[in-house]
């Protein structure tokens, strides 16, 4: 008989998020209004378009496994050395490396219950044991009692997702500065920055690279590349030597490296999808006023509307799907109550606003 | 301190293959004959850039996580059930993943030494242990020991590539049908048949789907997607069911579903790649012969050259690139005393001529 190793034997059946095409197969729709994976709705950057159509030809060479040049323009982006660089295949990508890397098998690793699925996909992969504190009720990460339980379980690797997903809530870099002072000499800060993009960079971490953080960012969000699969670490050389003994060397697309790097040089494209984004998050906050509903403060490309009850927040999502408008909900307590829709163009937001009312007109709080 | 898992902690640095990007700075030149990596030569099928190019804006959104669209058609290619296809970001994705799953730590794996270098990072980087069995000196990967060895040591896997990398021998399909029939009832078998696209099908196994076996197969090679990153795994509900639980459920770019899907469609482009790289290999044969040197009989892109010792074989790579033509060479014996190149265009191929006929007037026997 042939079987897995135990350690994967022993995993359960995976329940990865369903993806909108097969949502449209089992709905029998030709489209969707897709909002419910932040995507952004304003795409990549036209020169970065261009770029990469001039470049589809030499799609037969693999991609440069180092990403010199890819780095070399982070590194300017970030004044700091192509050493502090990794590029990779997107965040899951390279959370999967560090959790490999740095939780393993026996390992411990500490995150907020509920934020990104991924994360705990990952140490549970990999054997390790994921300890978790619950958000506060206002939809922030409850740093106090992240520090508590670091203190307690003296975790390998603690993430956080700052501004965070599934919430879209902000901490204050003094509060990120306080959880990493506050942390055990063993443990590691897995700092997932996937939202970045879209806060004043005064507010984000100023912090120099040291070992007790790897810093992740992606190019999925802002610059419209999710399908692309392309994303870096901001490391010390010394987690980068531990990463480069693990990763998949030449797992990098070339057609996503060029369009990264044309992406970087567009600033005004990124800055204008920032702008347009901050505009259709302060409309979904009209929207919910308007009917009475709260929601979370975000510095993402979404918000969390809350339904009042997790029952009535996951028929309303269904209910939405039914009506051709695609989203998704966090699934654990206490932003289970919430609906997070991302933020689409115009027309996008019209159809939510549109279907959302007419959800919500049909199922009683 | 901070410090990986022990288990990460004990691997040796990383030493990869060194990309072309790499090898142009360290040289000082703007450009290389690549003739080092088996990438095609023939670009991808117009039909598929034409399909990538119209899909770029849509960049934004992830690919469809369960590649339904691209499994159908794989799945009418191979007479199967898409059940049986699992898309994958490339062959070393899946490898990793199969590794993982049915080596893992404490396991074992058997392969020919000095074959496909990134399944021994794999074995290594998970944590197992690889045996390995020498090729017999006329470059073809000995069945009859492999037998051996695997009734010997009872390892959990056994790699085989077929077309094999870097000697470019086809076993016939009896004899991977002798090696699968005398594998311990424990042993998986991962044929890797990244070159099988360059190989008449009735040269290739016929066996239906069973669990002793998976197979994997890329668009890296004659379609031409080297840097696209994706391939595929044909293999039974069983095996996929165990890789979903360990793979990255978003780790396909959405560029490259797109264009694989259009590639499968335009037979007539690959077809006469195929034709293309037959031709090449052709001229590399005659080339040779008329230097008085061997070749092993290759059905794959490239074809490795017998320098006499490995001695020889490194000075010609290194003088060839000094003249500007990048290729590979085995490290290993007995495959050691080979160079490998690589088909190419009609003028990459006369480039190396011109160069290879130039380093050997200067590289003693």
Chains 1, 2 share one sequence.
């Not at 419910?36 to 030809?57: Q, T, V």
């Not at 870099?173 to 939202?195: F, G, K, N, Q, W």
């Not at 797992?251 to 984004?277: E, H, K, P, S, W």
């Not at 609906?339 to 939510?352: D, H, L, Q």
Request: net charge neutral; glycine share 8%.
């Amino acid at each position: 008989m042939i079987r897995p190793h135990p350690a994967v034997e022993a995993l359960p059946p995976a329940t990865p998020f369903i993806g909108p095409e097969r949502l449209m197969r089992e709905t029998g729709r030709s489209e969707l209004v897709r909002l419910g994976a932040n995507e952004s709705a304003f795409g990549p950057s036209p020169f970065a378009i261009a770029a990469m159509e001039r470049e589809l030809p030499r799609l037969s060479w693999y991609g440069d496994p180092d990403s010199l040049d890819l780095r070399d323009a982070l590194a300017s982006k970030h004044a700091c050395d192509a050493g502090s660089i990794l590029v990779v295949a997107g965040i899951d990508d390279v959370m999967g490396l560090i959790v490999r890397a740095y939780v393993g098998a026996g390992g411990l690793a500490l995150a907020a219950r509920g934020t990104y699925p991924t994360f705990a996909y990952h140490v549970h992969g990999y054997g390790g044991t994921l300890e978790t504190v619950d958000y506060r009720d206002d939809g922030f990460v409850d740093v106090d009692a992240m520090i508590a339980a670091a203190r307690r379980l003296d975790p390998h690797l603690v993430y956080l997702a700052n501004p965070d997903n599934p919430s879209g809530t902000l901490l204050p870099a003094s509060e990120v500065e306080r959880l990493i002072d506050a942390l055990p000499a063993r443990t590691l800060l897995l700092l997932d920055e996937a939202y970045a993009d879209f806060v004043s960079d005064d507010r984000l971490l100023a912090r120099p690279l040291d070992d007790r953080v790897i810093r992740t960012r992606t190019f999925s969000k802002a610059y419209g590349f999710a399908g692309a699969r392309i994303g870096y670490a901001l490391l010390t050389r010394a987690h980068h030597d531990v990463l480069q003994k693990v990763r998949l060397q030449y797992g990098v697309n070339r057609n996503a490296q060029i369009g990264a790097l044309a992406a970087l040089a567009d600033t005004a494209f990124v800055t204008g999808v920032i702008a347009q984004t901050q505009a259709g998050r302060e409309e979904y906050v009209a929207l919910a006023t308007s009917l009475g509903l709260r929601t979370l403060p975000s510095h993402t490309n979404f918000v969390c509307i809350d339904c009042g009850t997790g029952e009535r927040a996951t028929r309303v999502m269904h209910e939405l799907l039914q009506r051709g408008v695609w989203i998704r909900k966090p699934g654990a307590r206490p932003l289970d109550r919430f609906v997070r829709v991302s933020v689409g163009t115009a027309p996008m937001r019209a159809a939510f606003t549109d279907a959302f009312r007419a959800v919500l007109a049909v199922v009683p709080a």
